[in-house]
């Protein structure tokens, strides 16, 4: 059995690395523990696996919390379907931002009154916790940050380890690129990701990732001096470089980067009737 990592990111946050079923390279999500006294906030657990539902419980046990929120990043499966386990024994509501909420209430497969709307604010003992909207990775996206820790808890919208994706319909790179801003001007110092390691100088991944992406979109550009297909682009981009499962998540990705260079008016398409494919190329060269 693969066992639960803890790592301490700061006085009041612990990160647990929970086994789960999710995209590789990641093998776990991380779940993490926000407290003081006997206060505490969960967020995200997407296992359902009895001995690590165990381990969450028991941890909560050790650390004397007795009262525990719980919230959700966002309503993907990898990060909620363990909570409706904590939900009924803690008997509290799960927290996500109203856009996510009937998504998430699907994946959980939990009636609506059990889930609720994510306040702006948590008071956890002596600690501060705000909730920001921060989409990108989905629409109803949030980051948990705790000011008194320089702490931003920022989900999928960054990763420990490699990049993340955002893609239609879930997800708009416009909507990312404020989100990565919010990091990088933001006052965290240390960001707690969905997968991987705790990330010690948060505003300069936000920046990595920013560059990945808008260095991404020139290659992309780059591929459109002619008409291409969404598969031409992810053979041409990804080729052999990313497991097979990963693949859907990179059209997904490349999915994203035309729908945000269409609305930005630097490409156009067409449907290729003959092909049963819509087509993309830029528009200067078309001229
Ligand atoms: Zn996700």
Redesign the pocket.
């Known amino acids: 059995m693969q066992k639960i990592t803890k790592t301490v990111v700061s006085k009041h946050v612990l990160q647990l690395a929970v086994p789960t079923p999710t995209i590789p390279p990641a093998f776990e999500t991380n779940t993490y523990l926000i407290y003081d006294g006997s206060e505490g906030l969960l967020v995200d657990l997407g296992t359902q696996d009895p001995d690590s539902l165990h381990t969450v419980t028991e941890t909560l046990l050790q650390l004397k919390l007795s009262r525990v929120s719980l919230l959700a990043t ?1 309503y ?1 499966r ?2 909620t379907q363990g909570l409706p386990f904590l939900q009924s024994r803690l008997n509290t509501p799960v927290y996500l931002h109203p856009l996510d909420l009937q998504l998430a209430q699907k994946e959980m497969q939990v009636p609506a009154g059990l889930t609720s709307p994510v306040p702006k604010q948590l008071q956890l003992g002596s600690v501060s916790v705000d909730i920001d909207h921060r989409p990108g ?2 629409h109803g996206h949030v980051h948990v940050r705790i000011p008194t820790d320089s702490v931003v808890l920022v ?2 919208n960054l990763a420990g380890t490699g990049s993340v994706w955002i893609g239609p319909p879930d997800g708009h790179l416009n909507d990312y690129y404020d989100s990565l801003d919010a990091v990088i001007y933001g006052n965290c110092q240390i960001a707690g990701p ?1 997968h991987g390691p705790v990330i010690r100088h948060a505003q300069d991944a936000a920046r990595k990732q920013k560059k990945h992406r808008q260095d991404r979109q020139q290659q992309i550009l780059s591929h459109l001096k002619d008409w291409r297909t969404v598969d031409h682009l992810v053979d041409a981009i990804y080729a052999d470089t990313i497991p097979e499962a990963a693949l859907w998540a990179a059209r997904k990705t490349v999915q994203a980067h035309l729908q945000y260079l269409l609305v930005k008016d630097g490409i156009i398409q067409k449907f290729n009737k003959d092909q049963m494919r819509t087509q993309y190329r830029r528009f200067d060269d078309h001229r």
């Open positions: 966002h993907h990898d990060h990775h989905t989900g999928d969905g």
